[in-house]
């Protein structure tokens, strides 16, 4: 006999929309276009976020965009997106120099707002935009995504639990190696990180504020930098003019830092590290552990602990997709990895979830924290160009 079938219509309880806005269709256009798309199936939030409409200046790109990414509604125009009324959060997916007028603009409009790091050009705009946003009390943050990587989150639980004792070290770089040609001309779209109006600084800004902001963020305050920079390539052409002009930004920047718990730092950075593509390590050295992380095997924790027994001490290798590591539970079973990616789904989870109870300590880099961060990329500059120890203004 033929088995029954059943078919149900289930119940589905819809929650209330987070409409986001989403301006730049670039590589970070995408990045939070695919987190907006999956942060509301891996994780309970009290609003699902929707990607409700998209801003760029090429309709055909827009459109392809739009398509790619289920988005009904396009400007072309970054002013009138944030005007809309059909979207509550405007997620700004632009170059540096103008998060902050896009930012203001939002405020005026009363928009919550997801920004791409660095927070602005420099720690004065990054001020008129933590003052602003804070005055109108706006839920905001800023995208420094490596936080949110499950062996990162777990290097600051093991830091904040103290199982670390003092800290004496704390050392990171970012290297990369794509501007060794100089054939490649600044400015415009794609080449903009070599144009300092737009960029605001080379590797300092772009990279070196992702390395400090995980510092701070596992290490407390950085209160002092030494630095130098180098610009190798002095001239290139602009794209805007097809003339050569001075090129101003960093390419490379090597820096030394004290936090504030006594603890001592070097970090680097460059584009001219031939062989290196998107490098960025840390490693942190205690008076019991040290720990080490590594961007190209971004699931492992390397973890050392002094406790062992001396014949069986050595570096481990902690595989951090467990269901009790940070956030892996949340995806798939243990052993399964999670990509570079899933750090900006988890970063827009943590901000939906926090909208359900405002007051509770944040877990994401707010306009404020990423002012501390701007405030370091400033003190670095000035350390190069005075060849002076340099205080760090505090946000
Ligand atoms: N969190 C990270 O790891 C990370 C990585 C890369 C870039 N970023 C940051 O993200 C931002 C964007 O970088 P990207 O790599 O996506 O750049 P990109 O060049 O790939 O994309 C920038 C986008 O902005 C658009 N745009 C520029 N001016 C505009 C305007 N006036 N109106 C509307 N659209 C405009 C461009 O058309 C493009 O779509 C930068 O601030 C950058 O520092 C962060």
Not at 361 to 371: C, I, T
Request: hydrophobic residues 40%.
């Amino acid at each position: 006999m033929a088995k029954k079938t059943l078919t149900t219509r289930v119940a589905v309880s819809e929650p209330k929309t987070l409409r986001i806005g989403l301006i730049g269709y670039g590589f970070m256009g995408r990045a939070h276009a695919n987190a907006i798309h999956q942060a509301g199936h891996f994780f309970s939030l009290n609003r699902r976020p929707v990607l409700q409409a998209v801003c760029g200046r090429s309709e055909d790109q827009l459109r392809a965009f739009a398509e790619s990414w289920q988005v009904a509604h396009t400007e072309t125009d970054w002013r009138k997106l944030v005007a809309r009324e059909d979207i509550d959060a405007v997620d700004i997916c632009t170059p540096n120099d103008s998060h902050m007028e896009i930012a203001l603009a939002c405020i005026k409009h009363g928009k919550m707002i997801m920004c791409e790091k660095p927070l602005a050009l420099d720690g004065k705009q990054g001020e008129t935009m933590v003052k602003a946003v804070e005055k109108a009390k706006l839920p905001n943050l800023v995208m420094y995504n490596y936080r949110f990587l499950p062996a990162v989150t777990l290097a600051k639980n093991i830091v904040a639990a103290g199982e670390l004792g003092k800290i004496f070290h704390y050392r990171a770089n970012f290297l990369q190696d794509w501007t060794i040609s100089k054939d490649l001309p600044q400015g415009g779209t794609g080449l903009w990180r070599l144009d300092a109006k737009v960029a605001g600084s080379g590797v300092t800004g772009d990279l070196l504020a992702h390395c400090i902001d995980t510092a701070r963020w596992i290490n407390g305050d950085i209160v002092s930098v030494s630095a130098m920079t180098e610009t190798f390539i002095k001239e290139r052409v602009h794209t805007a003019t097809g003339k050569k002009q001075a090129v101003k930004i960093d390419d490379a920047c090597a820096f030394l830092a004290r936090f504030e718990n006594g603890s001592l730092a070097v970090f680097e950075s460059t584009r001219y590290a031939r062989g290196h593509k998107a490098l960025y390590t840390f490693e942190i050295n205690g008076e019991h552990k040290s720990l080490a992380w590594d961007l190209h095997d971004l699931n492992r924790l390397s973890y050392f602990d002094h406790s062992v027994s001396s014949d069986r001490r050595g570096w481990s290798s902690i595989h951090a997709t467990d269901g009790d590591h940070p956030y892996a539970g949340k995806w798939w079973v243990p052993g399964l990895c999670l990509g570079y990616e899933h750090s900006f789904v988890h970063a827009l989870a943590e901000f939906v979830q926090s909208l359900a109870n405002p007051t509770a300590p944040r877990n994401y880099p707010d306009f404020r924290h990423a002012l501390g961060t701007q405030f370091v990329c400033d003190a670095v500059l000035e350390a190069a160009r005075t060849q002076r120890w340099i205080k760090v203004k505090r946000s």
